[in-house]
């Protein structure tokens, strides 16, 4: 997925957002919120909760602006400050293992999708949005300094360099890191997931029934599936047998690019508006 356009353009807002530019401030935030967002979904598995981990990350970003030195672009500074916001994030609800998805989530046998749900979406989205979520709950079933480690470089693709600069580590502790991840997850896509591996059991359909019941997922207001001429579960299988050393990796760079669900930038003028109206 690709990382924010014209990086140097992106680190000229700087000296004039600190002068007290709104519109280069403003820049700053649009241009970040995009990438920004993405690393929060995939970190914390929900979409309104992301939403609120972006903007608090962007309010971060602003307000500490003055301390930003320039040792790093700053798209890595940014990346910094939202890993270390989202590793003090509380886990929400029930804590995801890949025991548990096994054992609750990928264990149903071949079923037909229930009518009820067919009236509100598509067959094909209903998958999708089965798919999207497991790929999720994969990512939340690593520990957390793993799953940093293979959201910024398997999926959002950056250089070893700068996301061991995002995490603080050196190179090697980084690459070690991202090997163990992958590790993880291809033994574990290979045993279950019929996407990767053909042989493996799960199939996406056979799922939509039971995240209904359970409450997972709404016919009527799917969290990540998106109408689209080709689903990202359709290119896949399209695509055919996945090379083993990529499961993993072909899994999440098939998905749609991510974008944030509201433009934070109009927010934040909003929010600028508001204080000088209140001091005034």
């Not at 003055?66 to 890993?83: E, K, N, P």
């Not at 990767?196 to 059991?201: C, D, G, I, L, Y």
Request: contains cysteine.
């Amino acid at each position: 997925m690709a990382r924010p356009a014209a990086m140097s353009d992106l680190d000229a807002l700087v000296p004039r957002a600190r002068a007290g530019d709104r519109e280069a401030l403003e820049g700053i935030v649009r241009q970040l919120q995009d990438p920004l967002y993405r690393l929060a979904l995939r970190f914390l598995g929900h979409p309104e909760t992301a939403r609120d981990a972006t903007q608090e990350v962007l309010i971060l970003v602003i307000t500490q602006l003055s301390t930003f030195r320039g040792d790093a672009s700053l798209s890595t500074w940014a990346y910094r400050i939202a890993a270390r916001h989202l590793l003090r994030q509380r886990r929400k609800g029930k804590a995801v293992s890949f025991e548990s998805l096994v054992e609750e989530d990928l264990s149903q046998p071949p079923n037909e999708i229930a009518p009820q749900a067919l009236a509100n979406a598509e067959a094909r989205l209903l998958e999708e949005e089965v798919f999207l979520g497991c790929t999720q709950a994969m990512l939340r079933a690593l520990d957390k300094s793993q799953r940093l480690a293979f959201i910024l470089g398997a999926i959002l693709e950056l250089e070893s360099a700068e996301a061991a600069a995002v995490l603080e580590i050196s190179e090697a502790a980084f690459r070690k890191r991202l090997s163990r991840a992958r590790s993880v997850l291809d033994a574990f896509v290979a045993r279950h997931c019929g996407v990767a591996n053909h042989q493996a059991p799960c199939r996406c359909g056979y799922q939509v029934n039971h995240g209904i019941q359970l409450g997972r997922l709404d016919p009527s207001h799917l969290r990540f599936a998106q109408p689209a001429e080709r689903t990202s579960l359709e290119a896949l299988r399209a695509f055919g047998e996945i090379q083993r050393v990529r499961r993993s990796l072909e899994l999440y760079r098939a998905q749609p690019e991510l974008r944030a669900p509201q433009d934070f930038a109009q927010q934040l003028r909003k929010m600028i508006d508001q204080t000088a109206l209140s001091a005034s």
